[in-house]
């Protein structure tokens, strides 16, 4: 096994979201992100981030997954295995959003998971939308993963009252030892419909003092990203864009995403 150089990575994220069918509307906002090894959780408050518990800074597991707090990791495997997937058997990666008095939304999260030698296998990515549904698209059969990942699915989740589900997505994805980037484009009949842009990086300072300013200098961080969401809506509905009904969730909440080879769609 690889050594790991730190439970956790703290990076500095700014996440664009526009929509690209009228009415147009576009936003920014800026959050920390941490990388977190779900082999050693119980290191986290050596962070500064308290485990499955109330504190300034901290993460649950009942943010994630079954949401219902049993260990991470063999779940994520698991589900691997039900999904016909190889089982990677290496480090696995959390890249979520931290909780910051109490509170945390995570639209978007993303599982690495790695085999023995540190070698990229499989990415989940977590998507939860503002009813309180999750779905996850799979990346990667098995195979090693590039640095550079792209990947197209059909959309199989409501998310947005003002997108139809239909069309596909393209995920793009990015990442070195210091910066990561992530980007999805939504397609529906009609052409583009929605992009989605975060680009972080990794933050050179120490963790616990940099998360306890976020928490102090801005509390507000984590609510804000469900406040700028309802505020756009609003924004939306009053410039007259097409409302959507939302359908029921999924019955099997995996879709799993084809490669798109280089000069493919």
Known sequence: MPETKAAVEL??????????????????????????????????????????AWGPVSFSERDHGPRDGRPLKPWILARLAENGLSVPDGRVWLWTYPRIWGYVFNPLSLWYCEDARGTLRTVVLEVRNTFGETHFYLIGGGESLASRIRYRAAKSFHVSPFQPLSGHYRFTLLRSSSRRTIRIDYEGTGGPRLMAFETACRSPDPVAPTLRHWAWVAPWTTIGVTLAIHAHALCLWRKGAALFHKPPPPEWPWTRGVEVLEGGD
């Open 11 to 52: 990076y500095d994220s700014w996440v664009t979201h526009e929509r690209r069918s009228p009415p147009h509307k576009r936003f920014r906002h800026h959050l920390p992100r941490l990388l977190i090894d779900l082999d050693r959780l119980p290191e986290l408050p050596d962070y500064g981030i308290r485990h499955n």
